[in-house]
T-cell receptor, first 115, second 114 residues
Framework: ETGVTQTPRHLVMGMTNKKSLKCEQH?????MYWYKQSAKKPLELMFV???????ENNSVPSRFSPECPNSSHLFLHLHTLQPEDSALYLC??????????????FGPGTRLTVL | AQKVTQAQTEISVVEKEDVTLDCVYE???????LFWYKQPPSGELVFLIR??????QNEISGRYSWNFQKSTSSFNFTITASQVVDSAVYFC???????????FGSGTKLNVKP
């Protein structure tokens, strides 16, 4: 496997379910990101992990819970979601530096539908 | 505060036409980076180019070219002789010194018709 992979690619869940999204990067990067992309809205940064520590949490509801067990893996645990949480969830990774110069590489996303 | 504006929500062209996608950015930082990404219908954002604030040289890569002008805070993207495979949503992004946090524009959807 190369690049950034995400599983599952599609997920349908009820509002009372608990599920997790998984992201894995094979690029040797030390930072990982979760983004939410809703229809007709800009990409929304949700969480940033750098060196396995959460460094950014953009006022995301607590029903979304991230986990970064190591620099290659990132999870997004979901519980008690709302229909408006239906979106494409994208994971990305990059090599952090002091200059902010390094591009982020994205996974294919998980298309989430909340019924 | 940082901000990226892509005023063109959607553009439709006929194959072989040239098309320019506009990107205007705002930042008070003197060191920053600008990026363009392509998002085809499959969903994955594909990195196209990175440009730093100290390098205003324009760049050409095949049918793609980028025009960076600090005087107007713009980083425009031109596709020459467009093809149907160019149909996608294109995002412009800005990064400043902050753990590589990216500020994305809202994207421009490009439709290239045969």
């Amino acid at each position: 496997e190369t690049g950034v992979t995400q599983t599952p690619r599609h997920l349908v869940m009820g509002m009372t379910n608990k599920k997790s999204l998984k992201c894995e990067q094979h690029l040797g990067h030390n930072a990982m990101y979760w983004y939410k992309q809703s229809a007709k809205k800009p990409l929304e940064l949700m969480f940033v992990y750098s060196l396995e520590e959460r460094v950014e949490n953009n006022s995301v509801p607590s029903r979304f819970s991230p986990e970064c067990p190591n620099s290659s893996h990132l999870f997004l645990h979901l519980h008690t979601l709302q229909p408006e949480d239906s979106a494409l969830y994208l994971c990305a990774s990059s090599q952090t530096g002091t200059s902010g110069s390094n591009e982020q590489f994205f996974g294919p996303g998980t298309r989430l539908t909340v019924l | 505060a940082q901000k990226v504006t892509q005023a063109q929500t959607e553009i439709s062209v006929v194959e072989k036409e040239d098309v320019t996608l506009d990107c205007v950015y705002e930042t008070r930082d003197t060191t920053y980076y600008l990026f363009w990404y392509k998002q085809p219908p499959s969903g994955e954002l594909v990195f196209l180019i990175r440009r730093n604030s100290f390098d205003e040289q324009n760049e050409i890569s095949g049918r793609y070219s980028w025009n960076f002008q600090k005087s107007t805070s713009s980083f425009n993207f031109t596709i020459t002789a467009s093809q149907v495979v160019d149909s996608a949503v294109y995002f412009c992004a800005l990064s400043v010194y902050n753990f590589n946090k990216f500020y994305f524009g809202s994207g421009t959807k490009l439709n290239v018709k045969p």
